[in-house]
């Protein structure tokens, strides 16, 4: 596994400084497994809104595609100098601090 995988091994939750991301995606905590697996969780009020994804790591991007209806999808990320996981999607960026 290349280094830039092993970095976003792990939980990060949304960061509560992001008022685009928020506004845009929620409340929402990624859980990147080692075995290429992505739980996208969205909090919601009532309940959390799970998709269960698989990732893959290409230069520049995270590679998702979702078992249940399958369909790649790209999404530009990179780390920050502060340790904050930068995603772009879309048009729209969003940040995630890591937890665990």
């Given amino acids: 596994m290349a280094v830039q995988e092993t970095e976003l091994v792990g ?6 400084n992001d008022l685009a991301g928020a506004t845009a995606y929620g409340d929402v905590t990624l859980k990147f497994g080692v075995d290429g697996t992505l739980l996208y969780i969205v909090h919601e009020s009532e309940r959390d809104q799970i998709m ?3 990732y893959r790591i290409e230069p520049g991007f ?8 399958p369909r790649s999808e790209r999404t530009e990320y990179h780390l920050g100098e502060d340790g904050v996981l930068v995603l772009a999607f879309g048009g729209r960026k969003s940040r995630y601090v890591k937890v665990k």
């Fill in 62 to 69: 995270i590679v998702t595609d979702q078992p249940s209806e």
């Fill in 11 to 16: 939980t990060w939750k949304s960061d509560s």
């Fill in 52 to 54: 269960r994804l698989t």
